[in-house]
């Protein structure tokens, strides 16, 4: 069974790490699009130009159902159980051997699933996976990802990572009249808005009767499971000395127990210049020109 899971030194101009004659980075630009996804160009078995979402959450490379109905350079072996945010006992067609060319760099041989569904215009997602080892920065001031060993972090905010099950999250608290509610994020650039709270933690805390209920909403996961979201209004959120007010936040409607784990969306995270380091220990962040942007609206 596949469970769906789904930032490096600031170089000051950016200069790569060099050994010898050999530079030891590279980097792939990436457009921000209006649902706040991070879409990626790449280039598929040779032959189709597709554009991935660069999901910090994702342990695969995925493509939707549409676009394997437009492409013919997949081919699918045989299909698999898979788990989603959304519900069990889905069904993934998947691909063994593929090329994927992202940038400059090149993978040979890699398996590709099939999912219903992925962030609005992009063609699939891929994950942090395809960098073991390597430390990532994600730059929303230039629109790129760069991929070295190390990456300078001087003037950036440094935040010890929590690693379960390969995937990342970091502390954050929310602030509500004079108390504190400290919580473990996952950092989660394939959900568009700004929180989506776990079940534990809104029961634990009472916060379906502390926040005040905006709107109802209904959230597809990858394989088209339908959830409700009720849809809040923060009065404050702390992640290390930053400080945001009014952040919109979420938790499920009538599904309490079920939803394991708080994300940390887009919507946040597109505030910073996010730097992960090689070990996956450690995240630096650093306040950029979208810092005080509206929130998104979707």
Known sequence: ????????????LLNPVVTGAQETYFRFPFALTSYNNLSVPVR??????????????????TLTEATVRKITSVH?????SVSSWGGTGNASRYSKKN???????????????????????????FGPH??????????FDKKQITISDRFATAGYQKLKLVRKNGMLFIEAALHIGNKVYPNQYLLHTGYSGGLLLDDDFVIKNHLNEHLKITETKALKDAFGNIVKVQKAIAPG????TFRFNNVPAGFFEGRLGSRQMSFIGTDLLKRFNIIID?????????PNKLQNSNFFKG
């Open 1 to 12: 069974m596949r469970l769906i899971k789904g930032i490096l030194f600031f170089l000051g």
């Open 44 to 61: 598929l078995n040779g032959t189709d130009s597709l554009h991935l979402m660069f999901h910090l959450a994702a342990d695969a490379v």
């Open 76 to 80: 699918f072996e045989s299909t698999d």
């Open 99 to 125: 090329t994927l060319e992202i940038g400059k760099q090149v993978w040979e041989h890699l398996p590709i699933w099939e999912d219903q569904y992925s962030g609005k215009e992009t063609d699939g997602k």
């Open 130 to 139: 395809l960098f073991d080892k390597k430390a990532l920065f994600i730059d």
């Open 237 to 240: 959120l702390s992640i290390g």
């Open 278 to 286: 090689a070990a996956r220990q450690f995240v630096y962040l650093k």
